[in-house]
C-alpha cells in the first residue's frame, strides 16, 4: 500500500509568503560599525507566517 498525502496542518500568509517578520535597515550605523535594524511583522499573521485553515460549517452549502 502507497502512503497517502496528508494535508498541510497550516496555510501559508497569502500577504508575505511565509516571511511574517523582516528586519529593513534604518540607515544608521552602530559605534562598533553595525548596521541598526528594526524588525517588522506582518500585519494579517501577526509575524508567524501561517494563517489558520478555514472551518468550514456543518451544514452549510458552498
Known amino acids: 500500500m502507497m502512503p497517502r498525502p ?3 496542518h497550516a496555510r501559508i500568509c ?3 509568503h511565509g516571511f511574517g517578520r523582516a528586519h529593513i535597515a534604518t540607515g544608521l550605523t552602530r559605534p562598533d560599525g553595525t548596521r ?3 524588525g517588522v511583522n506582518c500585519q494579517t499573521c501577526h509575524g508567524l507566517g501561517t494563517v489558520a485553515r ?3 460549517l ?3 452549502r458552498a
Open 14 to 16: 497569502r500577504d508575505c
Open 54 to 56: 478555514p472551518v468550514a
Open 36 to 38: 541598526d535594524t528594526t
Open 6 to 8: 496528508t494535508a498541510p
Open 58 to 60: 456543518v451544514g452549510s
